[in-house]
């Protein structure tokens, strides 16, 4: 979490999240549960989510995702 990985890397932002009542019940759940802020408990679930993906990228090579596709496309990519 932030306060326990503070770094001179850290960078704030501000940001809008939509998200259903049932997730953020959840989400305050965790952080309750942890003696954490909500914004820790996020910040902490988007660093974990990306943290591999660097190396990822190293293992796949370059990927491209395209802003859309069609079905064929799709099924074109996985044969």
Not at 7 to 17: G, M
Not at 26 to 33: G, K, P
Not at 45 to 65: A, M, N, R
């Amino acid at each position: 979490m932030n306060s326990n990985n503070c770094s001179d890397q850290n960078v704030s932002i501000n940001v809008n999240l939509s998200l259903k009542n049932e997730t953020l019940r959840m989400l305050v759940e965790m952080a309750n549960d942890m003696g954490a802020s909500l914004e820790d408990v996020i910040s902490s679930i988007t660093e974990d989510s990306v943290i591999d993906l660097e190396s990822l990228q190293d293992d796949l090579g370059i990927v491209i995702i395209p802003e859309r596709c069609s079905k064929q496309d799709l099924i074109n990519s996985i044969q």
